[in-house]
């Protein structure tokens, strides 16, 4: 296997320690630690309660970042999704491959291959395990439309997971409400 350095820059500020890559500053942690945070609110809130919370989270984050990176790299509109995704993958996420998506109405495919929650939960958990993702591709998108000049509202669903037992990768799809 060959090993690769990171893709994404990353700054380490001498006096603080703080980590930032493209200005936004970044934690660097285990995988395990996260799996095993995730796992424990999940046990203490409830699947849905917590799925709940996360898509506010999530969909709030993401568009904070498509606002950031789309100011540092005079990104617009559907480049600043595109560079989420790759952004994303580099960052250790799951590899996301965009398989389809309209850009008139914002309905779009995305593939995930090696997601954390996959490689936490194994191939064999019965059950889809990503839904942590859900709302940060409807966070970005929404984001990539009022940039420009549209308004979408979308909803999306991991429609098969690769920890059911029955697929090798998951997938996510979006559509207008
Ligand atoms: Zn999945």
Redesign the pocket.
Known sequence: MTLHSPQVPINVDPATGVWTTDNLPMIYMPRHFFINYHSAMEKALGEASYARALWDVGYKSAWQWCQRESATHKLRGLDVFRHYMQRLSQRGWAQFSVQSIDAATGSASIR?DH?V??LGAGPDAGR???YLFASWFPGSLEWAARDEGRSWKLECT?V????EGSHDH?LFNTKPV
Request: aromatic share 8%; with cysteine.
């Open positions: 995930l997601s929650f996959v889809k395990t990503c991991e098969q997971c690769a920890s998951c």
